[in-house]
């Protein structure tokens, strides 16, 4: 069964610190994807990025960048320069490509990122 | 383009009633997907549909259905509501095809109070 562990719950940080969010996932499927998501207070969930199993290129997006390490099954995200706009809860989440076709998001725990002015 | 749109926004039922929830996805998705979101349980998939049959269900009870029309707008339903079905109910839509399947779009999501 898959599986998506974020250990860390909550992070605070200052403005314009660096924060690394931690995902580590579990699959046995050799064909899956990873994502991450930002929800706001708002409560919408907001698609930030998508990588295949396939693809172990690490990508960088504004001050948002991804590492992607199959060796050690995880998917991490870093904000660069805080920014208290950047306060939300972030979700990693798997997706298994079976025989059937996709299958749904899992889901990790969250972890809550405050960035302090 | 329009995101995905959810109504209500938010609801408030007692124990015993039932309820629908309403999802329209982005124009040109026909595959919806429901999510259930807890304190507890933390984000939890129900089912997805997809040309208006359901292609995949999670691990709920049947209490719990939905359906998708022509229009790939889709319900969810809810009925005999207990109180640990009150969560923020979550629709996504996804493009089956080509480089951007598989990127599920939210919706933002419809609030359910169950007193």
């Known amino acids: 069964a898959q599986k998506v562990t974020q250990a860390q719950t909550e992070i605070s940080v200052v403005e314009k610190e660096d924060v690394t969010l931690d995902c580590v996932y579990e699959?046995?499927?050799?064909?899956?994807?990873l994502f991450w998501y930002k929800q706001p207070p708002s409560g919408e969930l907001v698609f930030l990025i998508r990588?295949?199993?396939?693809?172990?290129q690490n990508e960088i997006s504004g001050r948002y960048s991804w590492n992607f390490q199959k060796s050690t099954s995880s998917f991490n995200f870093t904000i660069t320069a805080s920014q208290v706009v950047d306060s939300a809860v972030y979700f990693c989440?798997?997706?298994?490509?079976?025989?059937?076709?996709?299958?749904?998001?899992?889901f990790g725990s969250g972890t809550r990122l405050q960035v302090q002015p | 383009k329009a995101g995905v749109t959810q109504t209500p926004r938010y609801l408030i039922k007692t124990r015993g009633q039932q309820v629908t929830l309403s999802c329209s996805p982005i124009?040109?998705?026909?595959?919806v997907s429901w999510y259930q979101q807890t304190p507890g349980q933390g984000l939890q998939f129900l089912f997805e549909?997809?040309?208006?049959?359901?292609?995949n269900k999670g691990n709920f009870p049947g209490r719990f259905s939905g359906r998708q029309f022509s229009n790939s707008r889709s319900e969810m339903n809810v009925s005999t509501l207990e109180l640990g079905d009150s969560a923020l109910y979550l629709c996504?839509?996804?493009?089956?095809?080509?480089?951007?399947?598989?990127?599920?779009?939210f919706g933002p999501g419809t609030r359910l109070t169950v007193l």
């Open positions: 996504a839509s996804s493009l089956e095809q080509g480089a951007r399947s598989n990127e599920q779009f």
């Open positions: 699959t046995r499927d050799t064909t899956y994807y």
């Open positions: 990588r295949n199993s396939f693809d172990e």
């Open positions: 989440a798997l997706s298994e490509v079976g025989d059937t076709g996709r299958r749904a998001l899992t």
């Open positions: 124009s040109g998705h026909r595959s």
């Open positions: 549909y997809f040309s208006e049959t359901q292609r």
